[in-house]
Every structure is written in C-alpha cells, then in structure tokens.
C-alpha cells in the first residue's frame, strides 16, 4: 500500500525569485530534487494550490502544497554487510559508520554503500527518501548517523535537523596548536574552481556554516579538539578548521600539503605520513525521539586508528 504524503510550506523571503523546484528542494529536503520535479510535473506539489511548472519563480508568502502519494524511491540492490548498530526501534537505525564505507551510492559507487546494506536489513526502508537516511558522513569519517525508518520519523528528524535541535558533536585531530576553543561563523559553498571541493566564500550559491570547537588536549604541534555542529554543510568541519589555519590531520583534500613537524619523534613520523584519511569521528548524537518526544545520546568510541594517532602524540608530547 502506498502511503499519502500530505505537507505544505510558506516561501520565506530569502527563497523569493527561486524557481519552484529549486525552492521546493530547500523546503522539502527530505525528498530528492528528480522526483519533486516529478510532483510538480503530476501536479501533486502544487504553488498556491495552482498548477506550475519548475521553472515558475516564487515570491514571499507563496505556499507550497505537497499531496502525493509515496511510491518507492530508491532503486538500489539490497546487499548483506556487517552492520554496527548501536540501538534500533520501530522509527530509527542508529548506526557507528566505520571507516571507508560510502553512505550513499553514487557514480563509482553503485554497491557496498551503507545504504545498500540497510536495506539488506530493512526492506521497508526502500519506500522512504534515500532510504531513511537524513544527513551523511564522508566516506573517511567515521561515526554515529540516524536512520528514520517510517516517513513520519523522516520528517521528524529533518525538521530537528532544520531547527537545529540534534546534537553532533565530533573529535579530531587537527595541525598546529590551539590556544583556546571557538566558534567560526562563514559561510560555504562550491569552491570557484576546483567545482567538488567546498570552501568559505560568498558567492551566491553559500550557506550559512555554524562550528563550535573546543581543546581537549594540546601537543607539541596538534591539537585534539571537540566539535559541535551548528549547521550541516557538506565537509563544513573540514573545511572550517582549514580556514581558520588548523587543518584536519590526514584530509586529502583539505588538508594542503603535508609538513612533517620538526624534532617530531620517527615513529610519529611515520604514522602520520602513512595516515591517509581525516582524523575526524562522530562521536555523540543527540535528539528527540519522535514517539516519545524523550531527548536520547547516543555516544561511539574512538576508532583504533584515532587512537594510536593520540597515543603516538602523547608520547611525543612528553
């Protein structure tokens, strides 16, 4: 049986000008952009109660009204895989995503995603948007992610997500020494030239970016740092910490050139040479759960690799 969908939302005044499907995207995240361009073409995602085209703009005020009807939407092949999942209910998945598992298939990575394995585990997931899975990792970023397993919940935790109510605080080790814990406030977007890569900027397609960071310890030439997200942007950790000159030990992207640090001792040196991903972990999430209305953390421990990495500087520290 198909589920019904029924949702609405008033265009705020920063969306103004936006094609419909382009606005329709922002304010129905939880949908993908193909089949909300799909709903406008059925007349199921309707501006102002009115039949419109994608390409129609929008203006302050103006109400979206989404009445549809929830067919599958993900198309990918169930495929058996360990999954480490720390808790599971009626409405949720949490899942201690580990290092190199892609969440979510994409050119090149069609098979062994995180989403295919979900559905391996939970079929019914197939029917909700991009099966359940409201907010990612980088594929070398380990950590704690939630899975909605009804479209209610899925709705739920985007909203949370949009009200920034969920709690996502993070530990990595980054370059360079610390004085003390802060807040960086830029905006991110697309970078202008390298085109996959995001960075701090203020071309028009930039979001705001909200990162709180705080020092759990200080070594001679890193810091391992606490990290709490305010907003959600696509490597906006990584890309934060590089603006503000302490890049993430390990990013192959964002990380620039590799500077081994001087008196450092050989067996440092040689770990952090052949230390080829982000030392970045999801380490607490947080939020409300959406039957009980009850606040539940969840917390995972270090990954191995991250551990030897603190060893290895503790020493060298001392």
Known sequence: MLEQIEMNQTVAIEHTGLRLDQAAALLFPEFSRARLQDWIREGQLTLNGERARAKDRVLEGDGLILLAELEAETHFEPESMPLCIVHEDEDVI?????????????????????????????????????????????????????????????QDLVEQLQERRVSRHYEAVVQGVATAGGTVDAPIGRHPVQRQKRAVTDAADARPAVTHYRVRQRFRSHSHLSVQLETGRTHQIRVHMAHVGMPI???????????????AAPALLDFLQHFKRQALHAAVLGFHHVTTGEYRQWEAPLPADMQELLQLLEQDNA
Do not use: E, F, M
Request: charged fraction near 15%; hydrophobic fraction near 40%; glycine fraction near 14%.
């Open 249 to 263: 030990v390990g990013d192959q992207v964002y990380g620039g050139r590799w500077k081994p640090p001087r008196g």
């Open 94 to 154: 949490i899942v201690n995503k580990p290092v190199g598992l892609v969440v979510h298939p994409a050119a090149g990575n069609y098979r062994g995603t995180l989403l295919n394995g979900l559905l391996a585990h939970c079929p019914d997931l197939q029917a909700l948007p991009r099966a359940g899975i409201v907010h990612r990792l980088d594929k070398d970023t380990s950590g704690l992610l939630v899975v909605a397993k009804t479209l209610q919940a899925h």
